[in-house]
């Protein structure tokens, strides 16, 4: 069997495979902008046992190996009675690690919003909730979009060590394939091809949203204006005059 017809059996394996990696990057993704949030508010507030609580959090998972995480919630965890699907394991070891490394760009970018800002928000009465909500908050997602972006790509990556924890996932459906074939550099080639293209596929989305933030804030061009087929009837219209 050639690699070709070993590629084309294997082929819906694979998508089922493709399709576990994409569910844990979702749900990863989503758990982790949860806890970066609710961590990085946390590190910053003034009560010394909510920061230092949070803190811990993040240095701890920081600070310790995603694959030891999820084996820690896989096979130890039963032991205390708690049992988890290992879907469920896979999205809580890669939301939490990654969480932890998304509360440290929450909170910077949050630090990062210039202080008459946070000046302008106290002269206009808001209350703490307030300034955060609707001030420094819109204004520091701008900033931290570009960390987290490398994050989702990283946290994709990421993904594979749930073969340890006996999920089929993309990289198990490329290891069986490897198998079939006995080679290695066409079997890994084609998972290098797929998690890239998964992976600029979550880029360009990550711009989208980065485009959006921007125009709410007045500095940039709105999603009708990025997607417009045509060029605009007015700028036309300028640029043929400016040639007259």
Known sequence: MSNFDALRAALPRIIDGIVVT????????????????AFGLAARVHNPLVRG???????????????????????????????????????????LNYGAYGAEVVRGSINAVPKVQWEAAIAMNF???????????PQAWVLMIPALTNLLIHL?????????????????????????????????????VI?????????????LVEARAKHRLGRGPSMREIFRLKPDVDSAVVAGTGRG
């Open 22 to 37: 994409v569910q844990l990057t979702i749900g990863g993704a989503l758990l982790a902008l949860v806890v970066a949030i």
């Open 156 to 192: 994709l990556k990421g993904t594979a060590i749930v073969t340890a924890i006996t999920l089929q996932d993309l990289t198990f459906q490329i290891n069986r394939l490897r198998e079939t074939t006995g080679d290695t550099f066409f079997a890994f080639g084609i998972a290098l």
């Open 195 to 207: 998690y890239f293209v998964l992976a600029y596929i979550l880029t360009l989305v990550m711009q």
């Open 127 to 137: 209350s703490p909730a307030q300034r955060m909500r609707r001030v420094i908050f």
């Open 53 to 95: 609580g949070a803190r811990a959090f993040i240095e701890l998972f920081r600070g310790t190996s995603l694959l030891v995480q999820a084996f820690w919630l896989f096979f130890v965890l039963p032991a205390f009675g708690v049992r988890l699907e290992p879907i469920v394991v896979g999205i809580l070891a890669l939301g």
